[in-house]
């Protein structure tokens, strides 16, 4: 007869333990005593937080271009480029972020309807 504990794991694969260590970070302390719902609710918020900063910074991006091209800004070459590239990271994060929380609301998702 095998001893189970009560808080142990059924054995996960790599994504999975990806997803979950992703969705802890996200989430924090607060994190492991909330529901599935809950859980999805803080995640669905971040995603909406991330889709704001990466409209904000495609915004950013399309102002400082428009007003070098149309010469209304008084920037060096240098600095356009180094605000151009600082705001597109930025942007390349954003999509990053945007893409693991979906794939953590996902997850959540598959999780709540296997309970």
Do not use: C
Request: charged share 20%; aromatic share 14%; glycine share 4%.
């Amino acid at each position: 007869m095998q001893k189970t504990i009560e808080n142990e794991l059924p054995p996960q694969s790599a994504e999975e333990k990806r997803i979950r260590t992703f969705i802890d970070i996200q989430l924090g302390k607060q994190g492991k005593n909330l529901s599935w719902q809950q859980k999805k609710a803080i995640i669905q918020k971040k995603f909406t937080k991330v889709l704001i900063m990466m409209g904000l910074n495609v915004g950013f991006v399309l102002f400082f271009a428009i007003s070098f091209y149309y010469d209304i800004t008084q920037l060096s070459t240098s600095w356009f480029n180094v605000i151009i590239v600082f705001f597109l990271i930025n942007v390349l994060f954003s999509i990053y972020q945007h893409r693991q929380l979906k794939e953590a609301t996902t997850w959540i998702e598959k999780k709540q309807n296997e309970t």
